[in-house]
């Protein structure tokens, strides 16, 4: 079964508008961390943002915010004020336990912006 | 800059042909992932080496092999190569062991790598 996985292949947004990326997960673990990585067209991976499984508050990062919602299994991403450089591949990954076990990722959405 | 450096960022080589992929962590982090990206298969988890030792293992072939050496640099070691091994190679570092869920990875520019 798939640990993490992202139903939107592809999503368009208009430039200075917000979008959410969902992103649900399944896990057996209590400890777990959930992470956001972008991938520009150049290819690198960006870490964007982080939730733990304990972490009452949602996360935020700028524009970058996580909607955490643990009875649901989901984390999604919302990027608020888009701006033409958030085109990008973004991916979703998740570590069970709270050691440094691999990251296990999403197969991604590609997020285009729109002037 | 995430302070991973992976080495080369092109390879093209032919089919049959050994290649070795290097990776620099970020100073400090003690684990070291390597991930295989190609198309149809998103990013694949390979192997994790934890301070010199290896510590996880995903969907590795047994043509691929990998090390980390004491200065925590690590090498990715592909041999009898086949089309479809073409793909980018990421390397990635983390810092210790730490609290829920670990810490994010840190990841290299990547190798991208075309067996002709």
């Known amino acids: 079964a798939q640990k993490i996985t992202q139903t939107q292949p592809g999503m368009f947004v208009q430039e200075k508008e917000a979008v959410t990326l969902d992103c649900t997960y399944d896990?057996?673990?209590?400890?777990?961390?959930l992470f956001w990585y972008k991938q520009p067209s150049s290819g690198e991976m960006i870490f964007l943002i982080y939730?733990?499984?304990?972490?009452?508050q949602n996360a935020t990062e700028g524009r970058y915010s996580l909607n955490f919602q643990k009875a649901r299994k989901s984390a999604n991403l919302v990027i608020s004020a888009s701006q033409l450089g958030d085109s990008a591949m973004y991916f979703c990954?998740?570590?069970?336990?709270?050691?440094?076990?691999?990251?296990?990722f999403g197969k991604g959405t590609r997020l285009s912006v729109i002037a | 800059d995430s302070g991973v450096t992976q080495t080369p960022k092109h390879l093209i080589t032919a089919t049959g042909q050994r290649v070795t992929l290097r990776c620099s962590p970020r100073?400090?982090?003690?684990?070291v992932y390597w991930y295989q990206q190609s198309l149809d298969q998103g990013l694949q988890f390979l192997i994790q080496?934890?301070?010199?030792?290896?510590?996880a293992k995903g969907n590795i072939l047994e043509r691929f092999s990998a090390q980390q050496f004491p200065d925590l640099h690590s090498e990715l070691n592909l041999s009898s190569l086949e089309l479809g091994d073409s793909a980018l190679y990421f390397c990635?570092?983390?810092?210790?062991?730490?609290?829920?869920?670990?810490?994010?990875?840190?990841f290299g520019q990547g190798t991208r790598l075309t067996v002709v």
């Open positions: 990635a570092s983390s810092a210790g062991i730490t609290g829920v869920g670990g810490t994010e990875a840190f």
């Open positions: 896990t057996s673990d209590q400890s777990y961390g």
């Open positions: 939730q733990g499984s304990y972490d009452e």
């Open positions: 990954a998740m570590r069970e336990g709270a050691r440094n076990t691999p990251l296990v």
């Open positions: 100073s400090g982090d003690l684990s």
């Open positions: 080496y934890y301070n010199g030792e290896e510590r």
